[in-house]
């Protein structure tokens, strides 16, 4: 099981970034999705998450700047990300898990510029 994560990089204060994550191998419906980051220096923390019944649910730091969403038919979760803030820089990880599986993806970097 494989779990690609792309679409991460530079952006500006208060711009706009789409990251997505692809997986192999699952049946990817059946899983719990989320996103993760990781500041330096920081632990990982939960960004969002999605249910296999579509309930989504967001760390309060990133509600109503951030919209997670998956598509089972590609296997693939998107997070939109606007309103950028120089807070939201960290590495950005996905993740499938389905007790006792949890699986992780290599993470791409977010970095945002003021």
């Known amino acids: 099981v494989q779990l690609l994560e792309c679409g991460g990089g530079l952006v500006q204060l208060g711009g706009s970034l789409r990251i997505s994550c692809g997986d192999y191998?699952?049946?990817?419906?059946?899983?719990?999705v989320g996103w993760y980051r990781q500041a330096p220096g920081k632990e990982r923390e939960l960004v969002a998450t999605?249910?296999?019944?579509?309930?989504?649910n967001y760390a309060d730091s990133v509600k109503g700047r951030f919209t997670f969403s998956r598509d089972n038919t590609k296997n693939a979760m998107y997070l939109q990300m606007s309103s950028l803030k120089p807070e939201d820089t960290a590495v950005y990880y996905c993740?499938?898990?389905?007790?006792?599986?949890?699986?992780w993806g290599q993470g791409t970097q977010v970095t945002v510029s003021s």
């Open positions: 191998g699952i049946i990817f419906g059946s899983y719990v």
């Open positions: 999605i249910t296999s019944v579509g309930t989504t």
């Open positions: 993740n499938a898990q389905r007790w006792p599986m949890s699986y």
